[in-house]
């Protein structure tokens, strides 16, 4: 394909970059906004102080990992989405391979920590949590692999 011509695939690929790393974003904000709200609490004796001082207490550093990743996730999907349009090789293609696999990895730590936390583990959402980063990783190294060329 030349240069000049963005695939639509590539595109579609963009904006989905695009919503989801607004999702991420959101998802962030809801996070810092629990803290604030247990920070807010924090000295109160009331039984809604208590129940939201344990939730925190529960979630301990898997909430914390759980906001950093979301930030990092957030900032490469939206990074990558321009390139994807700019049709960059590394703005494009690097950092969206660099945020399929820590993406990946991410789902995987997550599964972990929550198997020993929590009781849970490798489930339905652990699994729809990784079909896009995967889907990402081989559209980026296959299909569009000549077209992020600048």
Same mark, same amino acid.
């Given at each position: 394909?030349?240069?000049?011509?963005?695939?639509?695939?590539?595109?579609?690929?963009?904006?989905?970059?695009?919503?989801?790393? =607004?999702?991420?974003?959101?998802?962030?904000?809801?996070?810092?906004? *629990?803290?604030?709200?247990?920070?807010?609490?924090?000295?109160?004796? %009331?039984?809604?102080?208590?129940? $939201?001082?344990?939730?925190?207490?529960?979630? =301990?550093? *898997?909430?914390?990992?759980?906001?950093?990743?979301? &930030?990092?996730? =957030?900032?490469? *999907?939206?990074?990558?989405?321009?390139?994807?349009?700019?049709?960059?090789?590394?703005?494009?293609?690097?950092? =969206?391979? $660099?945020?399929?696999?820590?993406?990946?990895?991410?789902? &995987?730590? %997550?599964?972990?920590?929550?198997? %020993?936390?929590?009781?849970?583990?490798?489930? +339905?959402?652990? +699994? $729809?949590?990784?079909?896009?980063?995967? *889907? %990402? &990783?081989?559209?980026?190294?296959?299909?569009?692999?000549?077209?992020? $060329?600048?």
């Amino acid at each position: 394909m030349s240069e000049g011509k963005r695939p639509g695939g590539l595109t579609a690929l963009a904006v989905l970059n695009f919503i989801f790393g =607004g999702f991420a974003m959101l998802g962030v904000l809801a996070m810092a906004a *629990l803290f604030g709200v247990a920070a807010a609490v924090e000295g109160q004796d %009331t039984e809604e102080a208590r129940k $939201v001082a344990e939730a925190m207490e529960e979630a =301990g550093p *898997l909430f914390g990992v759980s906001l950093v990743l979301s &930030l990092v996730s =957030g900032v490469l *999907l939206i990074a990558s989405g321009v390139g994807y349009l700019k049709q960059k090789r590394f703005l494009g293609r690097t950092l =969206g391979s $660099v945020y399929a696999g820590l993406s990946i990895l991410a789902s &995987l730590v %997550t599964s972990a920590m929550l198997s %020993t936390e929590l009781g849970g583990g490798f489930s +339905i959402s652990t +699994i $729809v949590g990784l079909i896009y980063p995967v *889907l %990402t &990783l081989v559209l980026l190294n296959g299909t569009f692999k000549h077209d992020l $060329v600048r």
